[in-house]
């Protein structure tokens, strides 16, 4: 058998394979578009209620988790700070004899001062806590 011969045999025979099946993909592409044409207003509705129940689900599971979840955030943040206002109140309380001038007067201002700042902290995160949880309590 010839060398183009058998180019042109293999050819003929892609572009009709490649035909038929170009064919065949239309007609099953329209049969399927019809068929979910009919069927469009029945998923239409499950999309609508899918998001509904989507939303409603948010709003009975997911509102009362975040609230949970920012109300202890807020209250261990509040809780890390306190444990170092301890921490810098009890440097400051130790080193209260120098608090007017002495060799650790520097450290005492500074222990004060980081003491305070750990405090407002502290007291700043039960605020936010007290401010969330009462604002929730109205909204119910």
Do not use: C
């Amino acid at each position: 058998m010839e060398a183009n011969r058998v180019g042109r045999t293999v050819g003929i025979g892609t572009r009709l394979l490649g035909r038929v099946l170009r064919d065949k993909t239309a007609e099953t592409a329209a049969r399927t578009t019809a068929h979910v044409e009919k069927q469009a207003p029945v998923y239409k509705e499950r999309g609508r209620r899918l998001g509904e129940g989507s939303r409603r689900f948010g709003h009975a599971v997911w509102t009362p988790f975040a609230h949970a979840s920012r109300i202890l955030w807020l209250e261990i943040t509040g809780l890390f700070f306190g444990v170092f206002t301890v921490f810098f109140g009890g440097n400051v309380w130790r080193l209260r004899d120098d608090w007017a001038g002495g060799p650790s007067h520097h450290r005492f201002i500074l222990y004060a001062f980081i003491t305070l700042i750990f405090f407002y902290f502290t007291v700043s995160s039960f605020i936010r806590v007290s401010r969330h949880s009462r604002a929730h309590r109205k909204n119910r």
